[in-house]
């Protein structure tokens, strides 16, 4: 059987909430590589009480950050090497978090009750990830990995490789828990892609079952988005690699293939019957 | 044999992103039919499955309707593509639709 694989993902609520500030796309204006100065001219990283060893990093792709390595004025700080600034294409970063050094890359659940079930559930090596800071945007392109696990006075609290923001709820992975698609049982598969200036957009692929039993659906996570664009270049982005997956399980030479799909982990996979 | 012919795309709307992309799987798909050569649908029974293909021809704009009656050779345009599909080399299964020289249309929606 030849399929291809997406991972489930666990919802995490009950958080207590890591982040120190965070700045949108209106408040901060550059960011010089050389000198390595953040300046955001409506901040006030004085008044507000940012301090040297603070961790910066882009809650929608926190796979780098930095840390504040002087607070030079209200409007401007100087970060270490290594702040990813722009995206692939060039395009300056919306914003960034800022989280004391103490927190940034744990993760502490809020309550003893739920605390057994994330102590008992989830395990180091699992991965995490989060919704980025606005669930209207797009998903963290970063996954974490759980390097600790441990429970503070009842308090579940995990330790990962990178920074993730927990205003938001977080996703958790566990190694063999995937969705699996029988990649030959596909009748035809359909992209939808649809945007309306003001009433936001969606994308989806939808897997038809050539026995008409069940069929799938795969949603990015992608809630509003600004624009017709970012919704055709989000599908265009989904098709290829559900595409790619497909290719490479099909062209397997042996019988039984199974191919996980690119950059799987934000994706949500759900069955129509 | 699983291979998938498309991308087919249709515009539903010409206000509006409203856009559909889909490949279809050669696999169980034994016989194509039409009802007339005027009708703008193409059927794709996969009989092994009890389902049913309706390939849609639309005018070649966002959110056009029907194109006026006319033999545009659609059910040829279905079987070359698929003929095309079976011949092919058994490590290819994605296969982009060939369209003939003024084709009327792009705009094509498959359910």
Redesign the interface.
């Given at each position: 059987m030849?399929t291809i694989s997406l991972p489930l993902r666990n919802e995490v609520s009950n958080l207590s909430n890591n982040m120190f500030a965070s700045y949108g796309a209106k408040t901060w204006n550059a960011y010089d590589p050389v000198t390595r100065v953040l300046t955001s001219e409506n901040s006030t990283f004085v008044t507000d009480g940012v301090q040297p060893g603070m961790v910066v990093f882009n809650p929608e792709n926190s796979n780098s950050w930095a840390t504040v390595e002087t607070v030079d004025s209200e409007t401007e700080i100087t970060l270490t090497p290594g702040f990813i600034y722009e995206s692939d294409g060039g395009t300056r970063l919306p914003r960034f978090s800022i989280a004391t050094a103490a927190v940034a890359f744990t993760q502490e659940c809020s309550d003893i009750e739920t605390s057994k079930y994330w102590w008992s559930k989830y395990k180091v090596g699992d991965r995490v990830q989060s919704e980025g800071q606005q669930i209207k945007t797009s998903f963290n392109k970063a996954v974490a990995t759980i390097l600790k696990m441990e429970l503070d006075n009842d308090i579940a609290m995990m330790t990962l490789d990178k920074p993730l923001q927990s205003s938001q709820p977080l996703w958790v992975y566990k190694e063999d828990s995937v969705y699996t698609l029988d990649?030959?049982s596909?009748?035809?598969?359909?992209?939808?892609?649809?945007?309306?200036?003001g009433d936001g957009?969606s994308c989806y692929m939808t897997f038809?079952?050539?026995?008409?039993a069940v069929n799938y659906e795969v949603y990015p996570w992608l809630y509003n988005p600004t624009s017709?664009e970012e919704?055709?270049a989000v599908?265009k982005e989904l098709?290829d690699k559900l595409?790619n997956a497909?290719?490479q399980s099909?062209?397997s030479p042996w019988p039984a293939a199974n191919v996980m799909v690119e950059d799987s982990y934000g994706l949500k996979f759900d069955y129509l019957t | 044999m699983?291979k998938?012919l498309?991308?087919f795309e249709n515009s539903d709307s010409s206000?509006?992103?409203?856009?559909?992309?889909?490949?279809?799987?050669l696999?169980?798909i034994v016989t194509i039919r039409q009802d007339s050569a005027t009708s703008s649908t193409v059927e794709a029974p996969?009989y092994?499955?009890?389902?049913r293909?309706d390939i849609e021809f639309y005018g070649p704009n966002p959110g056009d309707g029907d194109l006026p009656d006319t033999d545009y050779n659609y059910l040829r345009f279905v079987n070359a593509n698929f003929i095309y599909m079976l011949e092919s080399s058994p490590?290819d299964?994605?296969f982009e639709p060939q369209y003939p020289k003024d084709f009327p249309t792009r705009n094509i929606y498959?359910s």
């Open positions: 030849k990649v030959e596909v009748g035809s598969m359909e992209m939808y892609a649809y945007h309306e200036q957009g038809y079952s050539t026995n008409s017709e919704t055709k599908a098709q595409i497909i290719e099909l062209r | 699983t998938f498309g991308p206000e509006n992103l409203d856009f559909y992309t889909t490949w279809v799987n696999d169980a996969q092994s499955a009890g389902r293909l490590t299964f994605f498959v």
